[in-house]
């Protein structure tokens, strides 16, 4: 289970966004452990909205992690099967097949 539930940590997100105070100030407020901890979390919020708070922090990684695994590999695939098409072409006209 997290340590932080998901509405805390968009309060708190939401509060620096806002302009309520600056993130050393609002982890004081709020008892984080550093302000760095909050700079993860506007990261997070940033890029993925509510969902990049919702995760803990090992299902965070692992997710991010996955779901930029997963577009390298459809990348390498089109790019293997453009590169395969190409030369396939190559062959039937340089063999007239």
Same mark, same amino acid.
Request: aromatic share 16%; with cysteine; charged share 35%.
């Given at each position: 289970?997290?340590? %932080? +539930?998901? *509405? !805390? /940590?968009?309060?708190?997100?939401?509060? %620096?966004?806002?302009?309520?105070?600056?993130? $050393? %100030?609002?982890?004081k407020k709020y008892e984080l452990g550093?302000?760095? $901890?909050?700079? /993860?979390?506007?990261?997070?919020?940033? *890029?993925?909205?509510? *969902?990049?708070?919702?995760?803990?922090?090992?299902?965070?990684?692992? !997710? !991010? &992690?996955? *779901?930029?695994?997963?577009?390298?590999?459809?990348?390498?695939?089109?790019?293997?099967?453009? &590169?395969?098409?190409? +030369?396939? &072409?190559?062959?039937?006209?340089k063999y007239d097949?």
């Amino acid at each position: 289970m997290a340590k %932080y +539930s998901f *509405e !805390f /940590k968009k309060k708190i997100v939401l509060d %620096y966004l806002d302009g309520k105070g600056g993130a $050393q %100030y609002l982890s004081k407020k709020y008892e984080l452990g550093s302000h760095s $901890q909050l700079f /993860k979390w506007i990261n997070a919020y940033k *890029e993925f909205g509510d *969902e990049g708070l919702i995760c803990s922090r090992k299902k965070n990684k692992i !997710f !991010f &992690r996955k *779901e930029n695994f997963c577009c390298k590999v459809i990348s390498i695939k089109c790019d293997f099967i453009s &590169r395969l098409s190409d +030369s396939r &072409r190559y062959k039937q006209s340089k063999y007239d097949l």
